[in-house]
């Protein structure tokens, strides 16, 4: 279990440099982030599920300016980790399971946040010896500044996956006692809304006419030919 | 009402405003009121860049604001108007373009500037031109974007 | 690129250090630290044997500045040139902190509104409803549909900001991010449409009529146009969660 709660840290926490300090290449992205928790904690399909759902649930909120969106690479890794632990691989998904974990992650999605504009604000102080450094004519202080920053950034990072993922295991061995499980019972019932708020999400990225048009017809196109395509199969 | 927001912003056109703003509001014009830009054909070029079919951006300077702000109203659309300082509000409200709400973005941070928000840094004169728009009934909030909560400057000193 | 006085080993050095331009990001000169850092190869080399002029060098670079971070690439680009003309003497050097700032906000609002506001969610809805194929897929879509656009522009952007102001400009606008902004935004839209329609086909037991399945399908569109018409009114997501984490509380305790 340490060695995983170890991998958790330092994969989570690359995931974390991606998602502000360094290359920006969508390694943070919530299905990514919770399919490696998945990975770690035994079951990749189950954490790759919950990053889905999160993947599209707080992409409208962009990260502009000093505006910091919620953390959901950590919600990701939370749920990732505790889908995982709740459900044991190659078994069905215990939606009723993966349903209060998603609806739990929000406040992992704002505890990192609060930690994210932590970082920020610390930083300031690093910028500000960086300046006074380079004044007395010490070049090699904005390399100094900026590993310095990086390796805050990293820090929190690690810090905040090592603490969600044990979050997210201790969650999933608790919950699955707790809700009736099942297909379609207790909280199941609510798991189709997190996807259509994930989808009301993308559409709400868009304000042109056009593609609200274009939203509901493949919308209903793509239920019309599943269902057709169901039927056709019985 | 041709204004759907006032808001001081030193980096004047960015991603809170086209992304975050503009949408809120469904403004489909940003009004740029700078004094520099004017002079500086490049920069206007460049700006006009973060514009598309469905959302003019137009600059004038001071002097030119009350015109500015009838021909909008001519074209019966909806603006947000960006200036870089709180004087240069203070100085809008003064040319006759009537607001009651100011909102104030982001103020560069700068030797002895004080802290409002992470993004929001008062030197001495922002407080003064606060206090006079303040003083002409105009409500003063602190607030980058939609997704954030504001927060108010209050009436008279300055108080949070 | 143009044969400017840079060997391309310090091009390209600058080159792969813009990827950390956010790497030191801090409330009072955002990204200041990391473009400084970004472009010291370029004025170590420009200004060898001229410690005063290269001290002010890095001070003009640790000024504020904040920009879309790919985007930045264009603005990086020319600064590199602008301190090659003002090192030769050619150029005002108060020249170069007017052209960043002046840069940064529109540049940012084009990147912003493409990079943030429509490629983002094209690539997230694309992986996330091919990861219900298998997550490898997914995954894999996602990074390649993001990652192909943004590493062009990031080298792109920059061997155009090094050609100059004129060259950096004829980038942005042939770039047509304006129209790719809209397009990606329309797909990304088609795709979320299929997203929920796999909701909706989730909700459904085997076996139900035709009947219940458009009712169900009504229900859905309707949720979907609520959720989107609050997002639009800055409801955080975060807060329909927790709603529905309580909804879900006093249904089904136990």
Redesign the interface.
């Known amino acids: 279990m340490a060695l995983r709660f170890l991998m958790a840290g330092l994969l989570g926490g690359i995931c974390y440099l991606d998602r502000?300090?360094?290359?920006?290449?969508?390694?943070h992205?919530p299905?990514?982030a919770g399919?490696i928790a998945g990975a770690l904690f035994g079951n990749?399909?189950a954490g790759?599920?919950a990053?889905?759902?999160i993947?599209?649930?707080?992409?409208?909120?962009?990260?502009?300016?000093?505006?910091i969106p919620?953390d959901d690479t950590g919600a990701a890794i939370f749920a990732g980790a505790g889908a995982a632990t709740a459900v044991p691989a190659g078994a069905p998904i215990d939606y009723a399971v993966v349903?209060?974990l998603?609806?739990?992650s929000?406040l992992c999605?704002?505890a990192g946040k609060v930690a994210d504009?932590f970082v920020?604000?610390i930083?300031?102080r690093?910028?500000?010896v960086?300046?006074a450094a380079?004044?007395r004519?010490d070049?090699a202080a904005?390399?100094h500044?900026?590993?310095?920053?990086?390796t805050l950034?990293g820090a929190v990072g690690v810090a905040l996956a090592v603490g969600f993922s044990g979050l997210g295991v201790l969650a999933g061995r608790w919950l699955p006692g707790?809700?009736?499980t099942g297909e379609?019972t207790?909280?199941a019932q609510?798991?189709?809304?997190?996807?259509?708020?994930?989808?009301?999400?993308?559409?709400?990225?868009?304000?042109?006419e056009?593609?609200?048009v274009?939203?509901?017809?493949?919308?209903?196109?793509?239920?019309g030919v599943?269902?057709a395509w169901n039927w056709g199969l019985? | 009402m041709p204004l759907a927001l006032v808001r001081v912003d030193s980096r004047l056109i960015h991603g809170q405003v086209v992304e975050g703003w503009v949408p809120h509001v469904k403004a489909n014009c940003l009004l740029v009121v700078n004094d520099d830009l004017a002079a500086n054909p490049f920069l206007r070029s460049v700006m006009e860049l973060a514009g598309n079919p469905s959302l003019r951006i137009v600059f004038c300077t001071l002097d030119e604001v009350s015109a500015a702000v009838t021909e909008i109203d001519r074209r019966a659309e909806r603006a947000i108007l960006l200036c870089a300082t709180p004087a240069d509000a203070a100085r809008v409200l003064a040319r006759g373009v009537r607001f009651d709400a100011l909102n104030i973005g982001n103020l560069h941070f700068g030797a002895g500037r004080v802290e409002i928000t992470p993004s929001v840094f008062f030197a001495p004169e922002d407080y003064e031109s606060v206090d006079a728009l303040q003083r002409q009934g105009v409500q003063v909030e602190v607030r980058g974007t939609p997704f954030e909560p504001g927060k108010s400057v209050g009436g008279g000193g300055f108080e949070f | 690129m143009s044969g400017g006085f840079l060997p391309a080993s310090v091009r390209r050095a600058v080159w792969r250090r813009q990827f950390l331009v956010q790497g030191c990001w801090n409330y009072e000169g955002m990204q200041n630290v990391g473009f400084a850092y970004s472009i010291l190869p370029a004025l170590v080399h420009l200004y060898a044997g001229r410690p005063e002029d290269l001290t002010k060098a890095i001070k003009r670079h640790l000024e504020f500045f904040n920009t879309q971070p790919a985007m930045g690439s264009v603005i990086l680009g020319a600064a590199v040139r602008m301190e090659e003309r003002v090192a030769a003497g050619e150029e005002d050097p108060r020249a170069i902190g007017t052209f960043k700032v002046g840069l940064m906000g529109s540049i940012g609002a084009i990147g912003d509104a493409y990079f943030w506001g429509a490629l983002k969610p094209l690539a997230s809805v694309a992986g996330a409803i091919l990861s219900f194929v298998h997550p490898l897929l997914g995954i894999s879509v996602l990074l390649l549909i993001y990652n192909f656009p943004h590493l062009v522009v990031r080298s792109r952007g920059f061997a155009a900001g090094m050609e100059g102001q004129e060259k950096a400009m004829t980038f942005l606008k042939g770039a047509g991010f304006k129209l790719r902004t809209e397009d990606r935004k329309t797909v990304a839209a088609v795709l979320g449409g299929i997203y929920g329609a796999m909701a909706v086909w989730h909700a459904l037991a085997a076996g139900v009529s035709w009947g219940t399945a458009a009712l169900y399908f009504a229900a859905a569109a309707l949720l979907a146009n609520l959720f989107t018409m609050m997002f639009r009114k800055a409801v955080s997501p975060s807060e329909l969660l927790l709603l529905l984490l309580i909804v879900g509380l006093l249904l089904f305790p136990r």
Do not use: K
């Not at chain 1, 500044?145 to 990086?150: H, I, Q, R, S």
């Not at chain 1, 999400?201 to 868009?206: E, F, I, N, Q």
């Not at chain 1, 274009?214 to 239920?223: H, L, V």
């Open positions: 502000t300090a360094a290359f920006q290449v969508m390694l992205r299905l990514i399919s990749f399909a790759a599920v990053g889905a759902v993947e599209l649930l707080y992409i409208a909120r962009l990260p502009v300016g000093a505006s919620p349903t209060a998603l609806l739990l929000v999605a704002e504009r920020r604000r930083n300031c690093i910028a500000q960086t300046i380079v004044d004519g070049i904005v390399d500044g900026l590993l310095a920053g990086v950034f707790m809700f009736t379609r207790g909280f609510l798991f189709p809304l997190l996807p259509l708020l994930g989808a009301a999400s993308v559409l709400s990225c868009s304000r042109s056009r593609s609200a274009f939203f509901y017809i493949a919308m209903a196109i793509a239920f599943s269902l019985r």
